[in-house]
């Protein structure tokens, strides 16, 4: 990261079978918007984008969390890993990601009515 260059703004997903996969954005000095990507602790991939394609970038990142990528924070790349630097969120977002919706308790006292702890 350069002086004007901004942190990375990390996201994590996790498979079901323990794997995780890194991507990330940031805006550089110029303006032009960058992202990286890869497993966790192997970013092989870094692709930059003219500053007009920052709303992309900005979108990319909300389809991510949408498909199950964690927001991690900012971050710093230090060779082919992330490094957690901060849990704050970063400004480049335009549009704040709702928070999920509590599920409502499901209701199962008419399968076995009378019988407490049944399942239990």
């Not at 909300?62 to 990528?69: I, M």
Request: net charge positive; proline share 7%.
């Amino acid at each position: 990261m350069t002086g004007a260059d901004s942190p990375w703004q990390l996201f994590r997903y996790h498979h079901g079978d323990g794997s995780r996969k890194d991507w990330a954005y940031r805006r550089l000095a110029d303006g032009a918007m960058e992202i990286a990507w890869g497993r966790l602790e192997n970013i092989a991939q870094r692709r930059i984008y003219a500053a007009s394609q920052a709303r992309m970038i900005e979108q990319r990142a909300l389809d991510k969390e949408r498909k199950g990528y964690v927001p991690l924070g900012q971050a710093v790349l230090r060779g082919r890993f992330f490094e957690v630097i901060s849990t704050q969120r970063g400004s480049l977002h335009s549009h704040p990601v709702p928070e999920p919706r509590p599920q409502p308790r499901i209701d199962l006292s008419w399968i076995a009515p009378g019988q407490e702890n049944l399942w239990f």
